[in-house]
């Protein structure tokens, strides 16, 4: 029997346990994640209003079910198993850990309680396991998000969806409670660049008209295009971005809501600069106002002379996620970690025997959830091309690993775990009309494992 380990319970790992499955059927294949609960992204970074979206979780759950595939959940490589403990463990390593680090704000004058990171936010109404329920105050009328991204427009969603529709869907109960209560009245998305550039999609930049009780206010200026941008616009890749053109020219039109409870605006060409306080000690954001100079698709922004103000109370920064290089891998990790054809290549370019990259730690935070099908189809042919040439793993030592890892006082999440909490967040959501209630406190869920685990060892019968 040959096992290889991918880090990784997300998206790629998944797809890329199913590519080696299918090729062989005679390989193990063992995931490895940090959080107890598989799917990343699907779980934990799709807005809980998207339901639809988390549609591949359903493939996984049958990847994972496949004779062969074991997932072992809540084990960090660093803290529970070094990278080299692994390496010298199985034949071959699947890097898929995705981007685990974010593109931070430098603000000047603004406290941490001011300035939090879109990852954040979307792992405190996601459910990620031990972000405390606390986390975000919404009980702060002015919040401003930076980025013109769609992980910018679903934060900026959730803070505006009236919270009944909210509370028919996965979002954690911690994000709930606060969201009953919130107090956020104006939302402000903020652009570096023009509409033409901004990179949501107009599905998701439609939907935000579309919120019950809320007005959206685009200031007619930001739509008024230079050549260069109209070059852009016109051109035959500029469909999405004629139709939210199209759509914002709409909100322009039909600015006039006066029953409304909440005002979401659109900015563009700006960037903050700092943050500053009123005489009643409020924040007030200062930005720069930018201009595009250049050539159509080779535009850079240059900062004017013109600066505004906002009421800020909390800002939210969405200006990007990045590769981290896993402990005990010293790389540079721009966008990705550096690779060919999914093989990690050393400081000398010379790929590393028998570790290989998928899925965003391989290209960068970029694509859609199916666009990691592909990539780590790619990486998992080149495994298999490597397949006689992979390191020999010491004897006995996957017996020494797994034996430790389920020795200690918290041992790995296996998947008739995981089915065990699927089946009971499902059942607690469907009574109350949800599609599940997650787990998203630690010393609980391990609460409910240790109950079933022991249940399951008394009803095991005795030799």
Known sequence: MTAVAIVGAGPAGFYAAEALKLADQTLEVHLYDRY????????????PDHQRLKAPAQLFQRTGAMPGVRFFGGVEIGRDVSLDGLRSTYPAVLLAHGA?????????????????????????YNGVPDVPADDFNLQRPHVVIIGNGNVAIDIA????????ELAATDISDRALLELRKSQVRQVHLIGRRGPVQARFTTRELRELGELPGVAVRVEPQYLELGAACQTELDHHSGEQARRNMDLMRDW???????????????HFGLVPEAME???????????????LVGEPFAQRSEPTDERIRLRCDLLISSIGFRVASIP???????????HAEGRVLDTQGLPIPGLYVAGW?????????????????????????????????????LKRLLDRLFASDTPPVAWEDWLHLDHLETEIGRADGRPRIKFDDMRKLHEVLRAYRSSKASAAPSE
Request: aromatic share 4%.
């Open 100 to 124: 685990q680090a974010d593109e931070r704000l430098m603000l000047n004058g603004a406290t941490a309680a001011e300035v939090r990171t879109a990852r954040e936010m979307v792992a405190w």
């Open 328 to 338: 005990g891998l010293d790389l540079s990790c721009t966008p990705g970690l550096p």
């Open 277 to 291: 306080r009123d005489a009643y000690g409020h924040g007030q954001l200062l930005l720069r106002r930018m201009r």
């Open 252 to 266: 322009v039109v039909r600015q006039s809501h006066l029953d409304s409870q909440r005002e979401l605006h659109l």
């Open 361 to 397: 730690a391989k290209r960068g935070p970029s694509g859609v959830l199916g666009t990691n099908r592909a990539c780590a189809q790619d990486t998992v042919q080149s495994m298999l091309a490597d397949r006689s040439h992979w390191p020999l793993p010491e004897s006995g030592a």
């Open 36 to 47: 107890p609960m598989p799917f990343g992204l699907t779980r934990f970074g799709i807005a």
């Open 157 to 164: 969603r959730v803070l505006c969806r009236p919270v009944s």
